[in-house]
């Protein structure tokens, strides 16, 4: 069982910056996908941004040039940094790791609110 343990949402003005972790338990982090991604109020969850084992990325369109996701495979953490942020930002980030055999497990969620 793989546990994932978000921190660093908050709440900051527009502009600002936020840097999300996501650490991970166990042993198969080096090898699994990860993605970031958020439920806003009234919104579906949507996937922000993504790496793959190999650290290949992928960023939806709104958050392109402001969000960098990364890892660090000896901490078996990764991240999101967030710089602009916007209102519409504002959304309970979640972490996600699926393995190299497909199973799938969830973070318990982090607050990111923007203020206007």
């Known amino acids: 069982q793989v546990q994932l343990v978000e921190s660093g949402g908050g709440l900051v003005q527009a502009g600002g910056s936020l840097r999300l972790s996501c650490a991970a338990s166990?042993?198969?982090?080096?090898?699994?996908?990860m993605g970031w991604y958020r439920q806003g109020p009234g919104k579906q969850r949507e996937l922000v941004a993504d790496?793959?084992?190999?650290?290949?990325?992928n960023y939806i369109d709104s958050v392109k040039g402001r969000f960098t996701i990364s890892r660090d495979n000896a901490k078996n953490t990764v991240y999101l940094q967030m710089g602009s942020l916007k209102p519409e930002d504002t959304a309970v980030y979640y972490c996600?790791?699926?393995?190299?055999?497909?199973?799938?497990?969830w973070g318990q969620g982090t607050q990111v609110t923007v203020s206007s």
């Open positions: 996600n790791l699926v393995s190299a055999y497909g199973r799938v497990f």
């Open positions: 790496i793959t084992s190999g650290s290949r990325t």
């Open positions: 166990g042993s198969i982090f080096s090898t699994s996908y």
